[in-house]
T-cell receptor
Framework: GENVEQHPSTLSVQEGDSAVIKCTYS??????FPWYKQELGKRPQLIID?????GEKKDQRIAVTLNKTAKHFSLHITETQPEDSAVYFC????????????FGPGTRLSVLP | GAVVSQHPSRVICKSGTSVKIECRSL??????MFWYRQFPKKSLMLMAT?????????EQGVEKDKFLINHASLTLSTLTVTSAHPEDSSFYIC????????????FGPGTRLTVT
């Protein structure tokens, strides 16, 4: 089955700096990769996703890159703000209806003012 | 966007009792719902996949007789923790997939279960 690894487990950056979180997956058949942000005690919220037919996707300060050959994908947050502090989870899935997501262990991001 | 509710948000029960958690998709039909368990500072661990009108598919290591899942309608799935023990204390989160075929999962707010 699919196995998703995520690094680093914790990340502290100064406000305004960039943050990068990396994930690897094992199942070459996976073709959908969402990123979720979870604030303390709250539900995970989708912040960006990427499908295997593209290598990069950007939405304002957030971007995701995908390297299918190497089976890894990364989340990039630029100009970080204190409200970006949260736990971020990557996930991998096959794009068939009903397929579940396999989540990475999470990265706790702290943006220091 | 799509909204998923979960009830109750918090529950405290005594050892040996059963607890039911409801997950509802409020503005869309969800033929598939997922139940996750999340330990403090840990990731989301899939417990089971719930398909409307059929039996749930449980992940390895999850006892189906202890965690009863029912998905009787396109907007409601329930998770019943039977004969709860303190080690069942956790944060349980459901998610639902839109029946129109979009790939995104929409998460409920979670239920914090404490078994005393």
């Amino acid at each position: 089955g699919e196995n998703v690894e995520q690094h680093p487990s914790t990340l502290s950056v100064q406000e305004g700096d960039s943050a990068v979180i990396k994930c690897t997956y094992s199942d070459s058949a996976s073709n959908y990769f969402p990123w979720y942000k979870q604030e303390l005690g709250k539900r995970p919220q989708l912040i960006i996703d990427i499908r295997s037919n593209v290598g990069e996707k950007k939405d304002q300060r957030i971007a995701v890159t995908l390297n299918k050959t190497a089976k890894h994908f990364s989340l990039h947050i630029t100009e970080t703000q204190p409200e970006d502090s949260a736990v971020y989870f990557c996930a991998a899935s096959r794009r068939n209806y009903g397929q579940n997501f396999v989540f990475g262990p999470g990265t706790r991001l702290s943006v220091l003012p | 966007g799509a909204v998923v509710s979960q009830h109750p948000s918090r529950v405290i029960c005594k050892s040996g009792t059963s607890v039911k958690i409801e997950c509802r998709s409020l503005d869309f039909q969800a033929t598939t719902m997922f139940w996750y368990r999340q330990f403090p500072k840990k990731s989301l661990m899939l417990m089971a996949t719930s398909n409307e009108g059929s039996k749930a598919t449980y992940e390895q290591g999850v006892e189906k007789d202890k965690f009863l899942i029912n998905h009787a309608s396109l907007t409601l799935s329930t998770l019943t923790v039977t004969s709860a023990h303190p080690e069942d204390s956790s944060f349980y989160i459901c998610s639902a997939r839109d029946g129109q075929g979009t790939h995104e999962q929409y998460f409920g707010p979670g239920t914090r279960l404490t078994v005393t």
